[in-house]
């Protein structure tokens, strides 16, 4: 059985950081790449940092370039969103996914197999 299972999100203020967590279980990981994806009320998903897990090859979307930084632990089958100077347009519920393709186009919306259920992100004083 496959299992997504995001962690560490919160309510911070702008200008601050959180560390996401991306724990998975029941996949080959060495053949995915792994990213974190976003959607606040509104607005259209967003594939925000996506990483391939066997290269470490790393994709960021344009908004959070300089910011964010994707990273993995595969002894530990997790992977990590940094996000610092974050903004309240950051605000948004994060969603980590899976898919047997590379990172760029798993963030542009191909092969998303496996999700997990999100963790809300809310930047805000």
């Known amino acids: 059985q496959v299992r997504l299972v995001e962690s560490g999100g919160g309510v911070v203020q702008p200008g601050g950081s959180l560390r996401l967590s991306c724990a998975a279980s029941g996949l080959a990981l060495d053949y995915y790449a792994i990213g974190w994806f976003r959607q606040a009320p509104g607005k259209e998903r967003e594939g925000v940092s996506c990483?391939?897990?066997?290269?470490?090859?790393?994709y960021y979307a344009d908004s959070v370039k300089g910011r964010f930084t994707i990273s993995r632990d595969n002894a530990k089958n997790t992977v990590y969103l940094q996000m610092n100077s974050l903004k309240p347009e950051d605000t948004a519920v994060y969603y980590c996914?899976?898919?047997?393709?590379?990172?760029?186009?798993?963030?542009?919306?191909?092969?998303?197999?496996?999700w997990g259920k999100g963790t809300l992100v809310t930047v805000s004083s």
């Open positions: 990483i391939s897990v066997s290269s470490g090859s790393t």
């Open positions: 996914a899976a898919g047997p393709v590379p990172q760029n186009r798993l963030c542009m919306g191909y092969g998303l197999d496996y």
